[in-house]
């Protein structure tokens, strides 16, 4: 039986080395994922996903507020460039910039973000890179790991798509447990990306469940 689903139009948001991204863009190559990576839009014109994307012919732009001083102008332009690209979903690739409004509600429930630990801890604003990584260590916690998130308007609070959890070793440095965090990132965003290409989720409130297929289940 053919596909009804013939997958999602992705841009991907990203403002650094961008290894989630062209984890994403691997498993399109190997027909992993049906979807198509329509563009990558980043922040930073320097970043090694814009070399990545420009290695693979995928379109991008550079948006930051260099260019674009007028936050309502730079969303816009984001926003037209969407459309341009024609994409209905969004995956936030190690995207520093917080996510407007404007375009969480355009695209409600199809936004992704991942973030290397378990939410709703070691999240929210300035979380990020090595910090997360430093305070699991900090903390004490045996185990720490992977969220996909559906993003909202509040950081890192999003409905929860899929975790991984990861173990945290005695010997362990943030830069350690960083890698062994970000392995899984790799595999787990394009799980979660199935999971919408395919339609297999809804979300109810708060909690991303999967559908059920035949009501008298
Ligand atoms: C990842 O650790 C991701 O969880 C976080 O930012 C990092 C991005 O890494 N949101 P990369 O640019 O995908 O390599």
Redesign the pocket.
């Known amino acids: 039986m053919p596909h009804k689903h013939s997958g999602l139009r992705i841009a991907a948001f ?1 403002s ?6 062209s984890a994403i863009v691997d498993a399109i190559e190997s027909g992993e994922l049906k979807s198509k990576a329509v563009g990558v839009i980043s922040n930073n014109p320097d970043s090694g ?1 814009i070399e990545f994307a420009e290695s693979k012919e995928i379109p991008y732009k550079v948006i930051n507020r260099n260019r674009y001083p007028d936050e309502s102008e730079l969303n816009n332009k984001i926003l037209d460039t969407l459309d341009e690209w024609n994409a209905n979903f969004i995956v936030l ?2 995207y520093m910039k917080k996510i407007d409004l404007s375009i969480v509600r355009k695209f409600k429930n199809r936004i992704l ?4 630990a378990l939410l709703p801890s070691f999240g929210g604003n300035k979380m ?1 890179g090595l910090t997360v990584h430093e305070s699991v260590l900090n903390y004490g916690v045996k185990y720490s790991g992977v969220t996909v998130h559906i993003v909202t308007d509040e950081y890192d609070k999003g409905p929860i798509v899929l975790q991984q959890v990861v173990p945290v070793y005695d010997d362990d440095t943030a830069e350690i447990l960083q890698k062994r965090i ?1 392995k899984e ?1 790799h595999t787990i965003y394009k799980e979660a990306i199935r999971l919408f290409e395919e339609d297999l989720v809804i979300v109810l409130g708060q909690r991303v469940v999967r559908k059920r297929e035949n009501a008298e289940d």
Do not use: K
């Not at 973000?113 to 290397?116: L, S």
């Open positions: 990203a650094g080395r961008g290894s989630n991204f996903v690739a190690g973000n991942i973030h290397p990020y970000l990132e």
